[in-house]
């Protein structure tokens, strides 16, 4: 009997820190927390990419730095707070950690054609299926599905309890997904992630940065809630793909598709926020202060101060206005206490507007100041 054992597995393309750890493990015959134990460290260090840790699995691993940096990338690591680096650019945590964890049964589907006794030591968890706005396997054309819920970190990414019973599902036939052929939006993102390559103007822009506006924008020119995209993956993928099909042409097609609505958004009464919906929210709460994120607001917000008659000191998406722009029939008939009808009488009188225009008092904005 041969006392050599095994070489450790080489990691696979796109493979992360813990899907690699699960697979050495396999190799060795045990699972990953063991081999975690066994290495001085635990599977709670690897998930939390501790560096003692990590270095520990290289060496047990026989991985070269290069190795174990490519790992790392696909994985995510902390980079402050509740942010994490992948890629090569900064992402919100939450954004790449969820308590699903999701994959493409085609991907799977071919690391099982190995000649292995044990599913585990092939099976590889790609770091692309991590972040929520990657939907589709751009290589099979298939939807990214559901593997398994949980909500406690080290037991969602104990790969060793959960992929067994996913061989399993996988041989039987019983784990699909739907075909869906690859948008601009699905391709432009596989690619960035990959390597990096980006032919259009949002080369200077994040991944995140970018595929959050998407998805906020295409929902408002789709007329989608937030319940929907977050519950309905075809919703999800709908405003994903609308809103890049507009931000991928440059600035002023952005620009201009702001502007068409607000100008829809001609009730009375209506205020930005019900105007632009989640887009606005986001934008002026959550991503706030995120400056990956400026170029978006300072668009959103020149929009704003385009179609509402908003006052001086007013801040709109975290900047105070200077001076006001214009007026409104309703804001210049408060300052200068007359009554709108009777204000209205001496602007259709002196051709500011004609006495049958269709607008709200409070969007008749041809007044300057």
Not at 245 to 255: C, K, P, T
Not at 309 to 335: N, Q
Request: proline share 5%; glycine share 6%; aromatic share 6%.
């Amino acid at each position: 009997m041969s006392s050599v054992l095994p070489a450790p597995p080489s990691p696979k393309s796109r493979e992360t820190t813990i899907s690699y750890l699960s697979r050495l493990a396999a190799s060795k015959g045990v699972g990953a927390r063991e081999y975690a134990s066994d290495m001085g460290a635990s599977l709670k260090r690897v998930v939390n990419q501790d560096d003692e840790a990590l270095e520990r699995m290289a060496h047990w691993g026989k991985l070269s730095p290069e190795q174990l940096d490519e790992l790392k990338t696909w994985t995510g690591c902390r980079a402050g707070n509740v942010r994490l680096k992948f890629r090569g650019e900064l992402y919100v945590s939450r954004s790449l950690r969820n308590p699903t964890i999701r994959g493409c049964p085609d991907c799977l589907r071919e690391d099982l054609d190995n000649d292995h006794d044990d599913p585990l030591e092939v099976l590889v968890m790609r770091g692309h299926w991590q972040f929520r706005e990657a939907l589709i396997c751009v290589k099979h054309h298939r939807q990214l599905v559901p593997l398994w819920t949980i909500q406690a970190p080290i037991d969602r990414y104990d790969f060793s309890q959960h992929l067994p019973a996913i061989a399993t599902s996988l041989n039987a036939g019983e784990l699909t997904s739907q075909q869906c052929d690859p948008t601009p939006y699905d391709i432009w993102l596989d690619r960035r992630l990959e390597n990096g390559e980006d032919e259009t103007w949002l080369s200077s822009q994040t991944v995140y940065a970018v595929a959050t506006f998407c998805r906020l924008l295409g929902m408002q020119l789709r007329s989608l809630s937030t319940s929907d995209v977050n519950e309905n993956w075809e919703s999800r993928h709908t405003a994903l793909s609308a809103g890049f099909d507009v931000v991928r042409r440059g600035e002023d097609d952005i620009r201009s598709e702001l502007n068409e609505l607000a100008a829809k958004a001609d009730g009375v009464g209506v205020e930005p926020k019900k105007a632009f919906g989640a887009l606005h929210r986001k934008l002026s709460t959550d991503l706030l202060d995120d400056p990956a994120f400026a170029l978006f607001r300072t668009m959103l917000r020149d929009c704003i101060l385009e179609h509402w008659p908003i006052d001086a000191d007013e801040v709109i998406l975290g900047e105070p206005v200077e001076r006001r722009r214009f007026h409104s029939l309703t804001t210049a008939a408060k300052e200068t206490g007359t009554s709108q009808h009777l204000l209205n009488i001496f602007l259709v009188d002196a051709g500011a507007w004609s006495a049958d225009d269709p607008r709200p008092e409070s969007r008749r904005l041809d007044l300057s100041p």
